[in-house]
């Protein structure tokens, strides 16, 4: 069984959700790491504690939230996480796929301006999963869109389709588990699939295509 991990990062509270490809299975963990430290010595923390997680999960897939906006010294502070956040995870080899805060509000709820406190309402009202956090419903969601790539991904295959998926079903991200697409989170899963970052060894970098030659006649 593969696993997927959703980063929600932030200095005050960083969202971990990790949960199984598939859908049918519980969640697998869930944790809002918080740091009384600062500077530097926050940053290191925090890191180690999701090298911690990654290391014991090893996930096939991280969707890691991209940067959202902020002012002044919070966002010198928030580029900071997120770059060590992604150089250790680009020396893990991680498969990274980054989500704008945008997408997974929409993801969650439709709206891609509603408000952060409901998709915690959402993620209950859709998933039945409960959270006392914002940052770990968003961890969640992520975790979530990352689940749903790997579900196209396996539906475009071979295997898939000698199982009766059909090209929609596969473009939409959904099996025989009974879990479908909303028409808005297809939307989001087909702006996401195929920009995904690689944290080495070369995956999932594209071909670029080559010119046809003009046949002689």
Not at 126 to 131: D, Y
Request: hydrophobic share 35%.
């Amino acid at each position: 069984m593969a696993a997927i991990m959703g980063i929600d990062a932030s200095l005050d509270g960083t969202g971990i959700a990790v949960i199984p490809d598939d859908p049918r299975k519980q969640l697998i963990l869930n944790q809002r790491i918080e740091s009384k430290k600062s500077g530097v010595s926050r940053l290191l923390e925090i890191e180690k504690e999701i090298e911690d997680i990654f290391d014991t999960i090893k996930p096939k897939i991280v969707c890691l939230e991209g940067y959202a906006f902020a002012k002044g010294y919070q966002a010198h502070q928030m580029g900071e996480l997120g770059g060590v956040l992604r150089r250790m995870l680009y020396l893990k080899g991680a498969r990274v796929i980054e989500v704008g805060p945008s997408q997974v509000k929409k993801f969650a709820t439709g709206k891609g301006n509603t408000k952060k406190e409901m998709i915690i309402l959402n993620v209950y009202k859709r998933w039945s999963q409960e959270f006392a956090t914002n940052d770990e419903a968003d961890a969640f969601v992520l975790a979530k869109i990352g689940q749903v790539i790997i579900a196209a991904e396996a539906g475009s295959g071979d295997e898939n389709k000698k199982k009766g998926t059909t090209g929609d079903e596969a473009k939409n991200g959904e099996k025989d588990n009974g879990e479908k697409l909303t028409a808005f989170q297809a939307e989001v899963i087909e702006a996401l699939m195929g920009k995904r970052t690689d944290g080495g060894g070369g995956r999932g970098k594209r071909k670029k295509a080559g010119k046809k030659k003009k046949e002689k006649i």
